[in-house]
């Protein structure tokens, strides 16, 4: 096995732009679904609820 050791950094800047685009695509599908389950199951989602 090989020794362990800290990832490049420079291959984390490069990926940093495509992680925000990922994490934003999975943002609208999460608020998607919820909303979806919301109104089939009747519930209300507080978009301000903090817990």
């Known amino acids: 096995l090989p020794e362990p ?3 490049r950094f420079d291959i984390i800047i ?3 732009p ?3 685009g990922i994490a934003a695509v ?3 599908i ?5 909303k979806m389950l919301a ?3 009747k ?3 507080d ?3 903090v817990n």
């Not at 999460?30 to 919820?34: D, N, P, T, V």
């Open 5 to 7: 050791r800290l990832p």
């Open 14 to 16: 490069d990926c940093f």
């Open 18 to 20: 495509y992680a925000i």
């Open 26 to 28: 999975t943002v609208a």
């Open 30 to 34: 999460h608020i998607s679904m919820a």
């Open 39 to 41: 109104k089939r199951l």
């Open 43 to 45: 519930y209300h989602i």
């Open 47 to 49: 978009s301000k609820q």
